[in-house]
Nanobody, 121 residues
Framework: VQLQASGGGLVQAGGSLRLSCAVS????????MGWFRQAPGKEREFVAA????????EYADSVKGRFTISRDNAKNTVHLQMNSLKDEDTAVYYC???????????????WGQGTLVTVSS
């Protein structure tokens, strides 16, 4: 499958952004989906995941209560609503798809190109 992330940009601390990931080339509902991020000089880290039917979600402790992952299987898209953004949320955000039929999803088979989120204080 191919993944195309969008929605990144520059936002002030405390603000909100909504990322989207459009998926094509496969049956979207067969995949658990995840969001990851990589800040400058740091390793890529897990942010959030959602099961193929949307019934289960998982979040990194650093974003719990601020970020919400959702999906629309009719539109082959997954979203990441980010509220109360902090400086430390600045990173390139990647969406990923996992067809492994495990929970939490692992491994992720396909990755998008990333979208940059910059939070300014």
């Amino acid at each position: 499958v191919q993944l195309q992330a969008s929605g990144g940009g520059l936002v002030q601390a405390g603000g909100s952004l909504r990322l989207s990931c459009a998926v094509s080339g496969g049956t979207f509902s067969y995949y658990d989906m995840g969001w990851f991020r990589q800040a400058p000089g740091k390793e890529r880290e897990f942010v959030a995941a959602i099961s193929r039917d949307g019934g289960r979600t998982e979040y990194a402790d650093s974003v719990k209560g601020r970020f919400t992952i959702s999906r629309d299987n009719a539109k082959n898209t997954v979203h990441l609503q980010m509220n109360s953004l902090k400086d430390e949320d600045t990173a390139v955000y990647y969406c990923a798809a996992s067809g492994a039929m495990r929970w939490p999803p692992k491994p992720y088979d396909s990755w998008g190109q990333g979208t940059l989120v910059t939070v300014s204080s």
